[in-house]
């Protein structure tokens, strides 16, 4: 079960162009609750190619946001390894920083919506206010919530609240980008919107992202490749490679190839 | 829903109670010349505002003397608290070991101690403050430790995922978490602490509304009992007023106030 070794489950690790930036070897995660453990996550091994975009989808309590966690150090691994760029995540976060958009809502209802924006740049970079503030106007521009600068969360709507935390997760520049379902509270026109927002952002800037979705047809639209989970235990049940990713084209999710894939991913989530 | 009213749509609000109270105190003034109630059993409003004004420079003398203990006392008693809360935060060993004594100490009745603290102390300032300190410490401290550990696991996760410092995460999270809890605490405590004041002032001082009570008490003067009652209530009502515009300031952000 070494690193290198390509597993029947994964057929495209090693194939990506460019060289994996996360490498996750053998991790399991097992939560001990009063009710018995709990395999969040069981025996995954998974590459993540350097500047892709990677969609996980499955059911409901499949370890999805457990992998994101145990990829960003938030959780130790039960057993395995993850190595980000070559070292362990915790040495990863030594000198540069995940950005992070969690599923729900994380966002500090005693700060503006630029304030939430400014913080991380003050925390993680310490820098001065009127540049802080003169970036987070420019990222609240760049997810369309220009005029908002000073609303409080509760202020805005859920859609909004999660484009400002989109917002925050890019104000410190993070190479590699963890999205836990971040248009779950969307309805489907502006989830849309934030679709070709995203792949915008994501093409403007040399970032890995790892989208954790309920959609299938989120996940063809946006991604190179889609990690289909299975709960109990939390497993990797297969890895598609997306036929033609970011079409940017409303029209390309009636196209034969694009249907011929979401009928192959029902067919593995229902199985 | 209430902050945005006007000020005449809150007066409007005021009026049944301020109507309900008018009535009383009429039915009370009448009642008591109809049936000619003697004034050391029940004096009419008029004579006690009568003694009220007659009497305004002793009345408001001893109102600072019991005023500036229970807001010494509040003070203290809050900012102790707080910074308990806070070592609790970082440290279980301390919680584990201090907890209990702050447990030991609400069980404690003030008014037992308060004899005991005027020995240690003696008849001045410092018991007084003492007494109020402690009413306040309890409440203050419980919401405190609450509200410090408030803030939304996910927001704390995405501190860690920033690399944030303990400080940094107090800083942006866990002190404004607290504060709703802190207020909601400090303005019961607040009231609380004068009357631990007055209480303290019960066995043994030479200055305050406390002693004013008692004294008055001892000559069966109801008038000046009530005067004093009055004063102090009003002067309450004016501190936990200055709580409540401290708690506007410092809770800046919508849907930030709780009720506890
Ligand atoms: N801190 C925890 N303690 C105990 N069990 C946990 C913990 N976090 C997650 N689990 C369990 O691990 C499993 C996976 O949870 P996870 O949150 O990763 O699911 P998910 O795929 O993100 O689900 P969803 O799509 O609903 O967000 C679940 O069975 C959950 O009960
Ligand atoms: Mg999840």
Same mark, same amino acid.
């Given at each position: 079960?070494?690193?290198?070794?390509?597993?029947?489950?994964?057929?495209?690790?090693?194939?990506?162009?460019?060289?994996?930036?996360?490498?996750?070897?053998?991790?399991?995660?097992?939560?001990?609750?009063?009710?018995?453990?709990?395999?969040?996550?069981?025996?995954?091994?998974?590459?993540?190619?350097?500047?892709?975009?990677?969609?996980?989808?499955?059911?409901?309590?499949?370890?999805?946001?457990?992998?994101?966690?145990?990829?960003?150090?938030?959780?130790? #691994?039960?057993?395995?390894?993850?190595?980000?760029?070559?070292?362990?995540?915790?040495?990863? %976060?030594?000198?540069?920083?995940?950005?992070?958009?969690?599923?729900?809502?994380?966002?500090? #209802?005693?700060?503006?919506?630029?304030?939430?924006?400014?913080?991380?740049?003050?925390?993680? %970079?310490?820098?001065?206010?009127?540049?802080?503030?003169?970036?987070?106007?420019?990222?609240?521009?760049?997810?369309?919530?220009?005029?908002?600068?000073?609303?409080? #969360?509760?202020?805005?709507?859920?859609?909004?609240?999660?484009?400002?935390?989109?917002?925050?997760?890019?104000?410190?520049?993070?190479?590699?980008?963890?999205?836990?379902?971040?248009?779950?509270?969307?309805?489907?026109?502006?989830?849309?919107?934030?679709?070709?927002?995203?792949?915008?952002?994501?093409?403007?800037?040399?970032?890995?992202?790892?989208?954790?979705?309920?959609?299938?047809?989120?996940?063809?639209?946006?991604?190179?490749?889609?990690?289909?989970?299975?709960?109990?235990?939390?497993?990797?049940?297969?890895?598609?490679?997306?036929?033609?990713?970011?079409?940017?084209?409303?029209?390309?999710?009636?196209?034969?190839?694009?249907?011929? %894939?979401?009928?192959?991913?029902?067919?593995?989530?229902?199985? | 829903?209430?902050?945005?009213?006007?000020?005449?749509?809150?007066?409007?609000?005021?009026?049944?109670?301020?109507?309900?109270?008018?009535?009383?105190?009429?039915?009370?003034?009448?009642?008591?010349?109809?049936?000619?109630?003697?004034?050391?059993?029940?004096?009419?409003?008029?004579?006690?505002?009568?003694?009220?004004?007659?009497?305004?420079?002793?009345?408001?003398?001893?109102?600072?003397?019991?005023?500036?203990?229970?807001?010494?006392?509040?003070?203290?008693?809050?900012?102790?608290?707080?910074?308990?809360?806070?070592?609790?935060?970082?440290?279980?060993?301390?919680?584990?070991?201090?907890?209990?004594?702050?447990?030991?100490?609400?069980?404690?009745?003030?008014?037992?101690?308060?004899?005991?603290?005027?020995?240690?102390?003696?008849?001045?300032?410092?018991?007084?403050?003492?007494?109020?300190?402690?009413?306040?410490?309890?409440?203050?401290?419980?919401?405190?430790?609450?509200?410090?550990?408030?803030?939304?696991?996910?927001?704390?996760?995405?501190?860690?995922?920033?690399?944030?410092?303990?400080?940094?995460?107090?800083?942006?999270?866990?002190? *404004?978490?607290?504060?709703? *809890?802190?207020?909601?605490?400090?303005?019961?405590?607040?009231?609380?602490?004068?009357?631990?004041?007055?209480?303290?002032?019960?066995?043994?001082?030479?200055?305050?509304?406390?002693?004013?009570?008692?004294?008055?008490? *001892?000559?069966?003067?109801?008038?000046?009992?009530?005067?004093?009652?009055?004063?102090?209530?009003?002067?309450?009502?004016?501190?936990? *007023?200055?709580?409540?515009?401290?708690?506007?300031?410092?809770?800046?952000?919508?849907?930030?106030?709780?009720?506890?």
């Amino acid at each position: 079960m070494n690193a290198g070794s390509a597993r029947p489950l994964d057929p495209a690790l090693g194939k990506a162009a460019a060289p994996p930036v996360i490498e996750i070897d053998g991790v399991s995660v097992r939560f001990d609750s009063a009710q018995g453990p709990v395999d969040a996550l069981s025996d995954i091994n998974l590459g993540i190619a350097a500047g892709s975009f990677t969609s996980i989808i499955g059911r409901s309590g499949c370890g999805k946001s457990t992998l994101l966690r145990a990829i960003t150090g938030l959780i130790r #691994p039960t057993s395995g390894s993850v190595q980000v760029q070559g070292q362990s995540s915790a040495d990863y %976060q030594r000198t540069r920083r995940f950005g992070f958009v969690f599923q729900g809502d994380s966002l500090f #209802p005693w700060k503006t919506a630029a304030g939430n924006v400014e913080m991380p740049m003050e925390v993680v %970079q310490g820098m001065p206010r009127a540049a802080r503030r003169k970036r987070a106007e420019e990222l609240l521009r760049l997810v369309r919530l220009d005029g908002f600068e000073d609303h409080y #969360p509760a202020q805005l709507s859920g859609g909004m609240r999660q484009r400002v935390s989109i917002a925050r997760a890019l104000s410190y520049e993070p190479e590699i980008l963890m999205m836990d379902e971040p248009f779950g509270a969307l309805d489907e026109f502006t989830r849309r919107e934030m679709h070709d927002e995203v792949i915008r952002i994501w093409r403007s800037r040399p970032l890995t992202v790892l989208f954790v979705t309920h959609s299938l047809s989120e996940a063809l639209y946006l991604s190179d490749r889609i990690v289909v989970m299975a709960p109990r235990p939390g497993r990797v049940k297969a890895v598609i490679e997306v036929e033609t990713p970011r079409p940017l084209d409303p029209s390309a999710r009636t196209s034969a190839a694009y249907l011929r %894939q979401m009928t192959e991913l029902e067919a593995l989530l229902d199985a | 829903m209430r902050d945005g009213a006007s000020p005449l749509a809150r007066a409007a609000g005021a009026a049944p109670a301020l109507a309900l109270f008018l009535a009383v105190a009429l039915a009370w003034e009448f009642g008591v010349r109809l049936f000619d109630v003697p004034a050391f059993l029940l004096p009419p409003p008029t004579a006690i505002l009568a003694e009220m004004a007659g009497s305004s420079e002793l009345l408001l003398r001893n109102l600072g003397a019991t005023m500036l203990a229970a807001v010494l006392g509040f003070l203290i008693g809050t900012g102790f608290a707080v910074l308990l809360a806070i070592v609790f935060l970082y440290s279980r060993a301390a919680e584990r070991a201090l907890f209990p004594w702050a447990i030991t100490i609400k069980t404690i009745p003030v008014i037992a101690i308060a004899p005991l603290l005027t020995i240690w102390l003696g008849y001045g300032l410092a018991p007084k403050v003492a007494i109020a300190a402690i009413i306040c410490f309890f409440p203050t401290l419980v919401n405190a430790v609450k509200g410090l550990r408030t803030v939304d696991a996910q927001a704390l996760e995405f501190m860690q995922v920033l690399g944030a410092s303990r400080a940094q995460t107090f800083r942006h999270a866990r002190l *404004y978490a607290a504060l709703p *809890y802190v207020f909601a605490a400090a303005k019961i405590s607040s009231s609380m602490a004068v009357i631990g004041a007055i209480v303290a002032e019960f066995t043994g001082a030479n200055t305050g509304i406390g002693t004013l009570i008692v004294t008055a008490g *001892y000559q069966m003067d109801a008038t000046m009992l009530f005067a004093a009652i009055i004063t102090s209530s009003l002067a309450t009502i004016a501190l936990f *007023y200055l709580v409540t515009l401290a708690e506007k300031a410092c809770l800046f952000w919508p849907e930030a106030r709780i009720d506890v």
